[in-house]
């Protein structure tokens, strides 16, 4: 495909201002959803051969996901889009005053390969409601998952409007080569400095959705065995390989052992006595990320889990007890089935571990003592938080 041809067309296109009318923005959307609801077996098929990703998982997390944000956006486009009047200064008195929403123009997506419906179409939805144009490059690492988004799309859009561009490294270099209007990016932290530096060539302005060492911190009041439940429910939703999920829990040593004897059970609960023979449970991406995982196990005192296949790219839910902060498994975002706890008896050290990272990008904290619970909301900056749960 000619990548700069096609840009230069989409440029055109938006300048003819038709994406800017109101009902044309809506009606894409419409057409967006039935062309979703008639592919979704489909897309579930590809999700599960990308990474055996359950039916339910490739509802919750990604077409359910996608078809409620759709539905948003179709009843508050009108709202979203209507121009605010606003108190004029006083220099310019008597006047009137309006913010007036509009499009940037036309849109680069760079989408992930942990949830690679939901975070091509999403941003696509947004990109579409603002009256943009817009190109998709999903991952070339979930190959059946691309092909059934590039299908869909090619189905209901003219590639003027609305196109996916298949392929690897090398597309997204001659990608980011392009002028563009708006880039949308979810991913990893050293690509994501990738993406800033070839917008900052243009000025172009950015969405960078990347992930980070994530803490989860267990203070000895808390309900120990909901959030048990809740910590096995959020960790290995998608094999771990999600960018909001706890990467490291820190513990108050009183309460540890009851912590993982709850743990254990949840975990068998979820996925049975052994998880590689649960069709819940999804498996590492490729063996280049089995093998950096498979590493961050090596030589550490494992309280569960621990075995891996890397024939069927299996790596068990696996807990870690207190890993070295120099440690491999706590260097970098995890983004698998492994989960580190740190125990911990003042509360000092606390920030002593959470300070040694940078900024996350999810914060969860398990507390009934709402002054302990609000002082760490207050104190660390981060992108979410969420208080038991």
């Given at each position: 495909m000619d990548i700069p041809k096609l840009v230069a067309n989409q440029k055109k296109y938006f300048l003819q201002q038709e994406t800017k009318?109101?009902?044309f923005r809506k009606n894409a959307l419409k057409t967006l959803k039935n062309a979703i609801l008639n592919h979704e077996s489909k897309i579930k098929q590809a999700l599960f051969s990308d990474f055996k990703k359950s039916e339910f998982e490739s509802y919750a997390t990604e077409i359910g996901v996608v078809l409620a944000e759709l539905d948003l956006a179709i009843s508050k486009l009108n709202s979203w889009a209507k121009p605010k009047t606003v108190l004029p200064s006083m220099l310019n008195f008597p006047s009137w005053s309006k913010i007036y929403k509009e499009p940037y123009g036309t849109v680069l997506i760079i989408s992930p390969w942990n949830y690679p419906f939901?975070?091509?179409?999403?941003?696509?939805?947004?990109?579409?409601?603002?009256?943009?144009?817009a190109i998709i490059k999903p991952s070339e690492l979930t190959p059946n998952t691309s092909k059934v988004v590039k299908k869909i799309i090619e189905s209901v859009f003219d590639k003027n409007y609305i196109a996916t561009i298949e392929g690897g490294v090398e597309v997204s270099k001659e990608l980011l080569e392009q002028r563009w209007d708006y880039i949308f990016f979810t991913g990893s932290v050293p690509?994501?400095?990738?993406i800033a530096q070839a917008a900052a060539k243009n000025l172009t302005p950015v969405t960078l959705e990347l992930g980070g060492k994530s803490p989860c911190i267990i203070q000895h009041s808390a309900n120990i065995k909901l959030a048990a439940k809740r910590l096995v429910w959020g960790k290995f939703l998608n094999g771990g390989q999600t960018c909001i999920a706890p990467d490291y829990i820190l513990i108050?040593?009183?309460?540890?052992?009851?912590?993982?004897?709850?743990?254990t059970v949840e975990l068998e609960k979820a996925y049975g006595k052994n998880p590689?023979?649960?069709t819940d449970f999804p498996r590492i991406i490729n063996q280049k990320n089995f093998e950096r995982l498979s590493r961050m196990i090596d030589n550490q005192d494992i309280l569960f889990g621990g075995d891996t296949n890397v024939a069927d790219?299996?790596?068990?839910?696996?807990?870690?007890?207190?890993?070295?902060?120099e440690s491999e498994v706590m260097q970098d975002e995890i983004f698998g089935p492994i989960l580190p706890i740190i125990s911990y008896k003042d509360e000092k050290e606390i920030d002593t571990t959470?300070?040694?990272?940078?900024?996350?990008?999810a914060f969860y904290?398990?507390?009934?003592?709402?002054a302990f619970a609000k002082e760490l909301i207050q104190k660390y900056s981060f992108g979410g938080g969420v208080i038991n749960d």
């Open positions: 009318n109101l009902s939901q975070l091509a179409i999403s941003p696509l939805i947004g990109a579409i409601a603002a009256g943009n144009t690509v994501g400095k990738i108050d040593e009183k309460v540890k052992n009851d912590f993982v004897n709850y743990f590689q023979n649960s790219l299996y790596i068990a839910p696996t807990l870690i007890n207190n890993p070295s902060l959470i300070s040694n990272f940078e900024k996350p990008l904290v398990f507390s009934n003592r709402n």
